[in-house]
């Protein structure tokens, strides 16, 4: 099984482009989740998934919309890219609600925006 | 808000000697989950503790659950290289259906 997978790993963005970050999971998880990690901040949410169509705002969603066409994709789109998006970008996935089990993260998108 | 604090930020040891990080929470948690992230890497889940109190190991790494369900400490014993990394916790507030992560603890072992 590959788990949880990112597409790209790595993206240089001028300012006001926009983009499209990919995840993937093959473990039938329902639940899947975004997060940006920033130095000294530890990882906060975006946006996350209960299920198939569903969508819901974390912590920090200004600046991102998401989709979950697919149980096993979800996407991160970016707009119109502004510096302070300058993050390391984690999709996480968990078989139920994360909070009461472990998550699987990916491998990471490393996201610089000029 | 709901605020997950950790301590230290950073801490260095010799090879061999024992670490210990501590996560403190602003509000009841229903459980509290540890995190690795290798340098480069991924988080990677350890363990999670549900109980009050409740006291779990894997190997050399001790977790602990506070009885007020408010606090965790991670305690490794005789470090090795390998144990190099930042550890998160994070836990979901009661019926907060969200995890908050801790900022980390980053963990360097000179050997």
């Known amino acids: 099984n590959a788990g949880v997978t990112q597409t790209p790993k790595f993206r240089v963005l001028k300012t006001g482009q926009s983009m499209t970050l ?46 979950r066409l697919k149980k096993q994709n979800f996407l991160l789109g970016l707009e119109s890219a502004a510096p302070s998006q300058t993050s390391v970008y984690f999709c996480a996935s968990s078989y139920r609600a994360g909070w009461d089990y472990g998550y699987t993260f990916g491998s990471g998108t490393r996201l610089t925006v000029v | ?30 459980n509290i989950q540890w995190y690795k992230q290798r340098p ?25 659950f ?5 606090n965790s400490s991670l305690h490794i014993t005789a470090t090795q290289t390998t144990d190099v990394g930042t550890y998160f916790c994070a836990g979901p507030p009661w019926g907060y259906n969200k995890l908050i992560f801790g900022a980390g603890t980053r963990l360097a072992v000179h050997p």
Not at chain 2, 66 to 70: D, F, I, Q, T, Y
Request: proline letters at 4%; hydrophobic letters at 25%; one cysteine or more.
């Open chain 2, 66 to 70: 506070g009885e007020a369900k408010k």
């Open chain 2, 40 to 64: 480069g890497g991924h988080p990677v889940f350890l363990i999670q503790l549900v109980k009050s109190g409740e006291v779990k190991k894997q190997k050399r790494l001790t977790f602990q």
């Open chain 1, 22 to 67: 990919l995840c993937a999971q093959d473990m039938n998880h329902e639940y899947m989740y975004w997060y940006r990690q920033d130095p000294g901040m530890g990882l906060r949410l975006i946006h996350y998934s209960v299920g198939e169509g569903t969508t819901a705002k974390g912590e920090v969603p200004d600046g991102y919309n998401v989709s």
């Open chain 2, 1 to 30: 808000g709901q605020q997950v604090m950790q301590i230290p930020q950073y801490q260095h040891v010799q090879e061999g000697e024992d670490f210990t990080t501590y996560c403190n929470s602003s509000t009841t948690l229903s």
